[in-house]
């Protein structure tokens, strides 16, 4: 049985993956897993990942899940061309940047998307299918911040974390870049590429990038470099389905000037030490 891969187009953690899988030269069986639909939920697929998440990776018969361990596992079972710097001290800083991705950047992207484009259709609901929505959420922590968001908006506090996430991400991601090194980790596209990048680039497709890199040369060219290989083109950008694009810059639209707005207070204020 070859590679098998369950996920969904506009998904971040998907992206990573069939971008993880493109680098090296992997065919695959695609199943989409329709997220507005409910698929996730299906009991059969729960048995192959009891989060209701997706992706889900299957390669000779053996079951993965976690998106960052799905991309380790790939180069590791599937080691050329490397996606990780052979210095130990280099793959463990490396490793930092594709960690921040599921510390703070995951549920960042998550919320502020939410906020913007998924917000106004749920409220359409009647109040007891929302409730019902919600309630079927197994990730508690995710229920919790959409249940929030539903309530106070932009104004909520996951809001803000998510945007002071993305301020410490680029603040990095701008000074490891300041010798001239083209990527993060140095003369090698690696996994810390692969595993940002789609956080980045639903900013960009949501017109809010700007907002964290208009004073940001280095990061601006690293991801204007990253958009011209051709695995973002043929991992992310192909995937974008007829009217998803105008979706994304109208829920971009909607949140962007509270967004820039919460980022301003926050620099504001003395936290300096944030950014060492």
Known sequence: MGIVLYHYNSSVCAQKVRMTLFEKGLAWEGHEVDLFKGAQLDPGYLKLNSKGVVPTLIDNGRVYTESTVICEYLDDAYPEPPLRPRDPGERAEMRLFTKACDEGLHQGIAVMSYAGMFMERLRKMPAEKLKEHLARIIDLDRRDRQTTIQEKGVDAPHILRGAVAFEKIFHKIEKTLGGGRPWLAGELFSLAEINLSPYVARLDFMGMLDVWTAERPKTAAWYARIKARPCFQKEVLAWVRPGEDAEMK??????????????????????GAAFV
């Open 250 to 271: 109208q829920g971009g639209a909607r949140i962007k000037a509270r967004i820039s707005e919460l980022r301003r207070d926050y620099l504001a204020k003395d936290y």
